[in-house]
């Protein structure tokens, strides 16, 4: 069985080389996500499908993500659906080059390639988002919308639509759609304690990144915040110069924290969530059929993205309890107790409410799309 692996997994990187050497990439990617580099002959049909959809289009569509493509396993960030659903709603007009796994950079540094119009698309975070559109940082105000659903009702709401969008736009923006990943949780590292309460947040280092609302946040509900690099983070956890970080279940799995962590608290407060952005200028200038089409895609995997959220979780969760995590979720007093002593409705919010939405008027209304159930529905865990 051994030697029958070691030929299979030989015979896929073979198959892998050779089309990523002829440059179809692309081929490779797909070939290789739908467990197809085994087969020679799929290779080929594979190969052959690309070459024939890249040379039938009209505009070709770069689209960078920092995640590989077995990533939506457990962090349903859809890329491969995206790609394949701009090609059919734009009925081939589009063919999209997938560019995963940071190729082409990560973070701030895809944002910033879409708005110079290096690329056309990318995922990014939010938070990356921000430099360049203040307003979304909205989304980072404790319990502001830190459940599932809550994101959904704001970002998909005309509330956003009005007063977010255009701020995207002016910056050289399309927000294609947003990605909900789930809220970002309490991790503690290995030998530490359960995390229930604010009070059990007492002394403990937590990372945060370079967002002050976060910063804020942790020290509002008793951590000491210290500030780690995401590629420090780690080692920082690893070593004792953290004891506790807020990713996602998803984003812990996926990034290989399992190994040195021993609880994960739901305290639901701020959304991991992320975006799909398109260069504007780029486009408005595709006829409109082909505008319709990209948008049209986007909403379809949009729908796809919400009905992966808990299959990914479940995912996640499973692998990580295999290292011997222990999850824990809040009864609605717990969560009750974590809002008061940090959430967005404290007066420490209002700076930062006014800074981003503008003005007090304009914040109560999107926090009136926060609370409305829109057209989508997403679990919570």
Partial sequence: MKEINKEVASVERRNFLKLAGTGSFTAALVAGAGGMLWSDAAVAQTAGEEREREAAADHIMTLATAYVLGASRSYPIMQLDLKENIQNMTNGKVYVRLAPGGQLGAGGALAQAVQSGTIQCAQHSLANFAPFASAVDLINLPYFCGSNQRFTNLTSSDAWKSEVDPR??????????????????????????????????????????????????????????????????????????????????????????????????????????????????????????????????????????????????????????????????????????WQAAGGYQRSEWDEFKMELAGSMETFARLEEAAGTMGRYYVHDA
């Fill in 168 to 337: 995207i736009a002016a910056s050289g923006f399309k927000s294609l759609f947003y990605i909900v990943i789930d809220p970002r949780v309490v991790a503690v590292r290995q030998g530490g304690s359960a995390i229930i309460t604010p009070a059990d947040m007492a002394g403990v280092k937590f990372r945060v990144p370079g967002s002050a609302m976060l910063q804020q946040y942790y020290s509002m509900v008793g951590a000491n915040p210290t500030p780690v690099a995401w590629g420090e983070t780690p080692s920082a956890i690893r070593q004792g110069v953290a004891d506790a970080l807020d990713p996602s279940v998803g984003a812990l799995h996926v990034f290989g924290f399992g190994e040195i962590l021993s609880h994960v608290t739901f305290t639901q407060a701020v959304p991991d969530s992320q975006v799909y952005s398109v260069n504007l200028e780029w486009f408005e200038s595709l006829p409109m059929d082909v505008q319709q089409g990209i948008e049209f895609a986007g909403e379809i995997t949009q729908a796809q993205n919400l009905a992966k959220v808990p299959a990914a979780r479940a995912y996640a969760m499973s692998e990580l309890m295999g290292n011997g995590v222990e999850f824990h979720s809040l009864t609605q007093d717990q969560l009750a107790e």
